[in-house]
């Protein structure tokens, strides 16, 4: 699933970009521990853990048949499933929520049928069910009828609208299952190893089409319902099941082997889906021959669903979407809207085997599935677009993994689950960007090929079954003949990364030392408390005598030493930038590193230098001065990436700066910005680079916004009304900044044309642009507006608490998205999906004041607010992070921003 969130404190997108690049979809805030039911000897738990199910009775097999209602939001179930017993009970106990089992009986070889009692245990989400008489070992058949409600929290069993060309409201149903939202659409055994497989019968409006995991076998009429069977799935996980039923149409087939493959959205829109089309067939061809196992389906089906709170979700056979993430017009959609749609793809198409085929055996291992996802989408896109350069690009996910895991925090990338609801915390950026960082250096320290036959190994030995982290480990160091476990285990079960400190402590003597980092002092640990350290892969280049050398090692003692040429002309460590850690180099070899030139380094070791650099001075372990004056030599640079922490870094003092200086900052932005946007230009000459046409943009973005720079607002605005009446006539790629900076000079008009645009709009992508430019005016009424939109139900719920979360990061708006918040808690903890209020509290971290943080803290408090896992506490530490770099620089900001102007 996509779903990643948690804020990438100093990585954010860029000036221009009203679109992140993935949607951040944030999950269930993690309720309060229920009180323990007495446990009956009959239905023992796992270790007495009341949130896992008993072992003696397995699901073996799922006969399900559902028949959803649209117009009155709910639905009618049957199902039987197959059980194997293990051990004598007088009682089951299955997971089941917001459902009303209206009846349940057993039946078994030899026996009667037996009616069961059924008592719901809803704190607990599940349900015990009693026999009159000793259910024996062998095989049963339970058999259950219930019913549910399409619910409207974009999770279980649910439903979503649109309005089709005729203006008529349209309702469609689908499903949202992982984590643990199975037992919202049918009773079951909710949890990743009780694999089984489903057949599935779908009876609906005959009008309407009905899309799961399996291929079509049949389609009959019974009492005016259309009865749509499915083949049986593989063996599989609850979460992965999948329902969409309504008014949609699907794209013609294309085949991968006699695979097909097809692109479902509502009626109107399949002109936008050839191009996730293609890369779902390039993606799949890849994935079937790096991963040396054909595609476990009988179909791939992929849904664009109106309402959906993640970016995607894995079900086999039957990805679902939200709509940006899978369709966008190929010819006027920017490079980030179409890279998004090819990351995402590849993503699930990934998942088929890396989740689906091969399952984490527990939450606790959910990394396995993201984090490999999340490296192979990133290799599938590559390699079908290499002028695309993703590896390069992937150092922006690197950076967003290292700001929230150098905070004190940060939690390990695998940590225990004991409450599935506490899985919901792990879909973050440390899931995702961390694990496939570390995977990431890891293929590059034992190489590609070996790294492919491990994951090969991995995949064969636990295919249709369930597997844990040591079980990677141990197939990848099989193929490696390296012990793959000692050197990542600190990798995934500690928190946080080392800063990698490079000196010349004689004249052929380079000296390495690791240490965490971190942007705030730790608390001093105890003497019996051993530091942190890792196994770490390092990969440095040194330059004598005009010749470079590469040398690798394996870190593994806090102090290394290397012997090396006597006076080297620069020593870059972390060549090529794949490793997951911060540099920091002596006076001296930074000095000659600089004196080198930048020009000599590769983009994405240009990238580590100005990150680590804007790190540590966020740490302050570097002068603010020192990294101003660092800034001024990258005027030359046309890399869109390093250009981002460029901004970034830059966008981060404006949020500090009083405003009655603010021209100080402005003037800054200017005299950085204008050398390379001049450089470029404004217009994209034929054939050029799609980065480039994205820089521009960035560029353009910060010069109009950050730069408040006349000129710039002035042609923004001119080339806005030339696109209006000729859209081939400005680079789609340039729409955006021209969009940002027309919302943030724009008056009571501006807002109206805009609020116009998102309700007209002809792609999911332009719906999106113009919805989060209502964010980025000025002036409170229009601000106060776009909020109270939010309520009113002129935007969808997937995307009305990211709108409250940005105009809390706008520096005009802060003051008022924070008493909005406060002010309307209740509503929105009602009206919101609970998975809305985790991403909408992360705009917290843009109240960088001292009052703010007070005020913060206090309303966080008094309300017992949990967001699960450690996200509240990561965002409140953000946010002292950035309050305690304005108390430290803010006297001496202003001067010293004009002494670089």
């Known amino acids: 699933m996509l779903a990643r969130t948690g804020s990438a404190l100093f990585t954010a997108t860029l000036a221009s970009g009203l679109h992140p690049r993935s949607v951040q979809a944030d999950v269930t805030a993690s309720m309060t521990p229920p009180k323990e039911n007495a446990m009956s000897h009959e239905t023992p738990t796992v270790g007495g853990d009341p949130y896992r199910l008993p072992r003696h009775v397995i699901p073996v097999r799922y006969d399900l048949r559902l028949e959803p209602d649209l117009a009155a939001a709910g639905f009618r179930g049957q199902e039987t499933v197959t059980l194997s017993v293990s051990e004598p009970t007088t009682s089951l106990l299955l997971n089941a929520a917001d459902l009303v089992i209206e009846h349940a009986s057993l039946e078994g070889p030899g026996t009667d049928r037996m009616?069961?009692?059924?008592?719901?245990?809803?704190?607990?989400?599940?349900?015990?069910?009693?026999?009159?008489?000793?259910v024996t070992p062998g095989q049963?058949?339970?058999?259950?009828?219930?019913?549910?409600?399409?619910?409207?929290?974009?999770?279980?069993?649910?439903?979503?609208?649109?309005?089709?060309?005729?203006?008529?409201?349209?309702?469609?149903?689908?499903?949202q299952f992982e984590a643990t939202d199975a037992r919202r659409g049918f009773p079951c055994w909710d949890e990743p190893d009780f694999k089984a497989v489903f057949s599935v019968t779908l009876a609906v409006d005959p009008a309407m089409t009905a899309v799961s995991n399996g291929r079509v076998e049949s389609e009959t009429m019974e009492q005016g319902k259309k009865v749509v069977r499915f083949a049986d799935t593989i063996t599989m996980s609850t979460y992965l099941v999948a329902f969409i039923v309504g008014h949609i149409e699907s794209t013609a087939p294309t085949f991968v082997g006699k695979t097909p493959v097809r692109i479902w959205c509502v009626p109107g829109k399949q002109e936008l889906a050839s191009f996730g089309q293609d890369i779902a067939t390039a993606s799949l061809t890849f994935f079937e021959e790096y991963y040396g196992i054909p595609y476990p389906g009988d179909k791939l089906d992929l849904l664009a669903i109106p309402d959906f709170a993640s970016g995607?979700?894995?079900?086999?056979?039957?990805?679902?979407?939200?709509?940006?993430?899978?369709?966008?017009?190929?010819?006027?959609?920017?490079?980030?809207?179409?890279?998004?749609?090819?990351?995402?793809?590849?993503?699930?198409?990934?998942h088929m085997w890396f989740g689906d085929l091969v399952t984490m055996s527990w939450w606790n291992g959910l990394w396995l599935n993201e984090a490999f996802a999340t490296f192979m989408e990133m290799m599938a896109v590559d390699a079908w677009k290499p002028q695309w350069k993703r590896w390069d690009t992937f150092c922006i996910s690197r950076a967003a993994a290292l700001s929230v895991d150098g905070l004190l925090s940060t939690r390990p990338v695998e940590y225990p689950v004991r409450a599935p609801k506490d899985a919901d915390a792990m879909f973050d950026v440390l899931t995702y960007e961390k694990g496939a960082s570390v995977l990431r250096m890891l293929e590059q320290h034992i190489g590609p090929?070996?790294?492919?036959?491990?994951?090969?190994?991995?995949?064969?030995?636990?295919?249709?079954?369930?597997?844990?982290?040591?079980?990677?480990?141990?197939?990848?160091?099989?193929?490696?003949?390296?012990?793959?476990?000692?050197?990542?285990?600190?990798?995934?079960?500690?928190?946080?990364?080392?800063?990698?400190?490079?000196?010349?402590?004689?004249?052929?003597?380079?000296?390495?030392?690791?240490?965490?980092?971190?942007?705030?002092?730790?608390?001093?640990?105890?003497?019996s408390t051993p530091a942190p350290s890792w196994q770490v892969p390092i990969q440095l280049r040194v330059r004598s005598k005009g010749k470079s050398q590469t040398v690798k090692l394996l870190m593994t003692e806090r102090n290394t030493r290397l012997t090396i040429a006597a006076d080297p002309e620069s020593v870059l460590v972390n060549e090529g930038g794949h490793g997951f850690y911060r540099v920091r180099y002596g006076p001296m070899l930074r000095g000659k590193l600089l004196a080198a030139g930048l020009a000599g380094l590769a983009s994405t070791e240009r990238f580590n230098l100005i990150n680590d650099s804007w790190a540590t001075t966020v740490a302050g372990l570097t002068s603010l001065a020192d990294y101003l004056e660092l800034t001024g030599g990258f005027s030359e640079d046309r890399d869109k990436n390093v250009w981002a922490i460029l901004l970034d870094s830059f966008a981060f003092l404006n949020r500090l700066i009083e405003p009655d200086q603010r021209p100080a900052i402005q003037a800054f932005v200017r005299r950085r910005v204008h050398p390379a946007l001049s450089a470029v230009g404004w217009t994209a000459a034929p054939g050029e680079d799609d980065l480039i046409r994205q820089l521009r943009s960035?560029?353009?973005?910060?010069?109009?916004?950050?730069?408040?720079?006349?000129?710039?607002?002035?042609?923004?605005?001119?080339?806005?009304?030339?696109?209006?009446?000729?859209?081939?006539?400005?680079?789609?790629?340039?729409?955006?900044?021209?969009?940002?900076?027309?919302?943030?000079?724009?008056?009571?008009?501006?807002?109206?044309?805009?609020?116009?645009?998102?309700?007209?709009?002809?792609?999911?992508?332009?719906?999106?642009r113009y919805l989060f430019s209502l964010t980025a005016f000025r002036q409170p009424d229009l601000l106060r507006r776009t909020l109270e939109r939010t309520l009113s139900g002129q935007i969808r719920l997937q995307d009305a608490p990211a709108i409250v979360s940005a105009v809390m990061g706008n520096v005009y708006g802060k003051e008022l998205g924070w008493e909005f918040v406060k002010a309307h808690w209740d509503q929105m903890d009602r009206q919101f999906p609970k998975q809305g209020l985790r991403r909408m509290c992360g705009g917290i971290t843009a109240l960088a004041t001292p009052a703010l943080e007070a005020d913060v803290r206090a309303f966080f408090s008094s309300r017992r607010i949990d967001l699960g896992g450690k996200t509240l506490e990561q965002y409140l530490e953000q946010l002292r992070i950035t309050v305690r770099f304005r108390e430290q620089h803010a006297s001496k900001l202003h001067q010293l921003l004009l002494a670089h102007t």
């Open 115 to 134: 009616e069961a009692v059924i008592e719901l245990e809803e704190s607990l989400e599940r349900c015990r069910l009693t026999f009159p008489k000793t």
């Open 312 to 350: 995607a979700m894995e079900n086999l056979g039957a990805i679902t979407f939200r709509e940006t993430a899978l369709l966008v017009d190929r010819r006027n959609g920017t490079h980030g809207e179409l890279e998004r749609v090819a990351d995402v793809v590849a993503h699930e198409n990934a």
């Open 140 to 175: 049963w058949r339970l058999q259950l009828s219930f019913l549910g409600t399409l619910n409207d929290k974009l999770r279980g069993f649910y439903r979503s609208t649109y309005t089709d060309a005729s203006g008529k409201v349209r309702t469609l149903a689908a499903t």
């Open 698 to 768: 960035e560029l353009v973005g910060a010069m109009g916004r950050l730069g408040n720079d006349p000129v710039t607002q002035t042609r923004a605005a001119e080339l806005y009304e030339e696109s209006k009446r000729d859209p081939a006539a400005v680079d789609p790629n340039l729409v955006p900044a021209l969009v940002s900076i027309l919302a943030f000079t724009g008056d009571d008009a501006r807002y109206d044309e805009f609020a116009d645009r998102f309700r007209t709009a002809k792609t999911p992508q332009e719906e999106r």
């Open 449 to 527: 090929g070996v790294f492919r036959s491990g994951v090969r190994d991995y995949l064969r030995r636990h295919a249709y079954g369930n597997a844990d982290t040591n079980d990677l480990w141990v197939a990848l160091g099989d193929a490696a003949k390296h012990p793959v476990p000692a050197m990542m285990n600190g990798w995934i079960f500690q928190p946080g990364y080392p800063l990698v400190t490079a000196e010349l402590t004689s004249e052929t003597t380079l000296t390495l030392t690791q240490e965490r980092f971190a942007y705030l002092p730790a608390n001093s640990p105890s003497s």
